[in-house]
């Protein structure tokens, strides 16, 4: 899996490319009618409910802006919030409290819905042995922070990119000839390139699930489009040999059906591709 450097590197990367993409040459609204000498001081305010999460990357943004400016945090990230909440108070120069303002708030909002979404889902799965995961159907050039939101709403984040996990889905295994061709290939390979990579390996039907065992060595078998009794027999056919995990299609009203299967995870790419951002507003005081 990605390693913490690895990860705060690719925080740093968004930041650092947003500031370049909203910012350019100057923040010329501010230039030109605040003086560089003004101090302010803003609050961040909700104006909607759930969970709050990206605290702790507003305060990564402000210090990257200008690391003069002082963040004091009333909430922190995984606390449920109403509207009417004051999550921080940010101070010190004005002009950059302007230029860190629309940062912040995107990554916020959009991070507290991913958040609040994967808490949803936490809870649909309270009382099982399942747990959620999301996936890499994620906005380019921001899914470290977006797999950070599901973490902090409970949830568990499967491989990072193509590089920290083998996953073979339909497509290498046709390519490759078939499963057992592809799994053999793989190992060979990670053989080869002295890499310690974990293999999933996808399955469209029970036949499927038999020929990732009978390969082995798979540390995790994706059941995809699985009905729940189908799932219930892989689940047995496989027993402790691999984890499992069921994906394609599963939504709040039938996740806990596939958690009841005995399934170890639930892979979802709704966490992080159909949120609605939640309403915060950053308000000088």
Known sequence: MITEAQFQKELELIISN???????????????CIPASAQGKAKLLVK??????GVEFAKMIFHYV???????????????????DVIFHVSGSSQSILKAERLVLNSMQRMSAIATKTKMFVDLLEGTKTKILDTRKTTPGIRAIEKWAVKIGGGENHRFALYDMIMLKDNHNDFAGGIPQAIAKTKQYLIDNSKDLKIIVEARNLDEVQQILEAGGVYRILLDNFDYETTKKAVAMIGDQSLTESSGNINEKTIRNYAECGVNYISSGALTHSVYNMDLSLKAI
């Open 48 to 53: 909607d409910e759930g969970i709050i999460a």
């Open 18 to 32: 947003s500031i370049r993409e909203d910012v350019g040459d100057g923040d010329h609204s501010s230039l030109a």
């Open 66 to 84: 200008d690391n003069d400016m002082k963040v004091e945090t009333f909430m922190n990230d995984g606390e449920r919030v109403k509207y009417g």
